[in-house]
């Protein structure tokens, strides 16, 4: 390798690693390898994890005046595995995560319904966002499954979270309507 390249190379990794050492000063948890579990819904926490509730969009939409669209789906069960299977995250590898879509309501769901997987992370890059499955009859759930790669500027005490929004695919154009946007999230600290 040319002695230039070598250079900007090991300048690159170094500012990396500089900032994540700031970082992880600041962000310093005391269990590395924690896990957290929101919903929107009406879902108990897990009892190793630590429960927060977000806010309903049902209900803002309900008080905007705009129209509610079907209330019965939900994203529940998360879980998170890192690509060594030693239940530490680290920079640079591959995770796993999953969520059940289940439909809690007293109708079937017939239009595509599906979860779109997030990251609050920027360097957290989840290739397959979209899952879908073609129907779900009330009281059935779907397990739907991703891959992610946390990135090399994610540092040691950073705390990424997964969030799983319920939608449909096409839903606009459907006599049904398109799901209540219901969320769950599940969090885990990189080691």
Not at 75 to 84: A, C, I, L, Y
Not at 101 to 115: F, I, Q, S, V
Not at 116 to 137: C, G, K, M, R, Y
């Amino acid at each position: 390798m040319h002695p230039l390249f070598r250079t900007i190379a090991a300048t690159l990794a170094l500012s990396g690693l500089v900032a994540c050492a700031e970082n992880s000063a600041v962000n310093a948890k005391a269990d590395a390898s924690s896990t957290a579990w929101s919903d929107t819904g009406g879902e108990a926490a897990p009892s190793d994890a630590t429960w927060e509730a977000d806010d309903d969009p049902s209900l803002d939409a309900a008080e905007g005046g705009a129209e509610v669209g079907y209330d019965g789906l939900r994203p529940v069960h998360p879980d998170v595995v890192s690509d060594s299977d030693d239940e530490l995250y680290r920079a640079g590898e591959v995770v796993y995560i999953a969520f059940d879509l289940e439909n809690t309501g007293d109708a079937d769901y017939l239009h595509h319904p599906g979860l779109v997987l997030t990251s609050d992370h920027p360097d957290v890059e989840i290739p397959e966002a979209d899952q879908w499955v073609e129907a779900l009859d009330a009281g059935e759930r779907s397990t739907m499954e991703w891959w992610a790669v946390v990135g090399p500027m994610v540092c040691t005490g950073d705390e990424v979270r997964f969030t799983a929004t319920v939608t449909a695919r096409g839903c606009e154009d459907t006599d049904e309507g398109c799901p209540v946007a219901h969320s769950a999230s599940i969090a885990v600290v990189i080691d």
